[in-house]
């Protein structure tokens, strides 16, 4: 009787190693198949992405530069690959040289306050000096529908339990800026949005 007890622990050992084998088998390819098609459908447009800069500040005059000198498919190296396409359909119909003159695109002098839900890996600058944010604050606060559109936002803050974000915070939303992003394969910093 032990003997058949014995027998019988062995089979079910076997089924039951066959068992963790078929679904250790099942979560590896599965795993696998997902690890490909991240790398090859989401992944390959930043693993092939060439250009960017060591810093953002790189990386922004890198593309200014490329926009003076004319040569858009250069400074859409500096962007994030899939915001090129768009801002190859714009740029191509532009002047760029007098473009950037005309935007007032200076170098990249202040690092800003994340805004709410930003990734990580982003990072956001402007090239207005603190006067001129400053300035363009005072002038916010002198518009009498842009004062009431944070008092409606302030009310609807409260009424959802969201942080209440300070009148400069508000605004700063629309403070000329450009978001950049971390490609963690290159190593490099791209344009996220070129310009505001």
Known sequence: MKQFFIFLLFIFIFFFSIFLGFI???????????????RDFIYK????????????QEAWLGYLTALEKGDIEEALE??????????????????????????????????????VGMPEDE???????????KERIREYQKNPDIMWA????????????????????????????????????SKKWLIKNPWF
């Open 150 to 185: 944070y008092q409606q936002f302030l009310e609807a803050s409260k009424n959802l339990n969201m942080p209440i974000e300070s009148f400069e915070e508000y605004v700063g939303h629309s403070i000329p800026s450009v978001i950049f992003k971390f490609n963690p394969f």
């Open 78 to 115: 500096y962007v994030w690959p899939e915001e090129r396409e768009r801002f190859k359909e714009i740029l191509k119909d532009i002047d760029t040289k007098e473009f950037i003159k005309s935007q007032g695109y200076k170098k990249l002098l202040k690092q800003l306050k994340k805004r």
């Open 24 to 38: 250790f088998r099942i979560t590896w390819f599965v795993t696998y198949q997902k690890y490909l098609l991240e």
């Open 45 to 56: 447009p930043l693993i092939e992405a060439k250009g960017g800069g060591n810093t953002p």
């Open 123 to 133: 990072v956001l600058y402007t090239y207005l000096t603190d006067e001129e944010i």
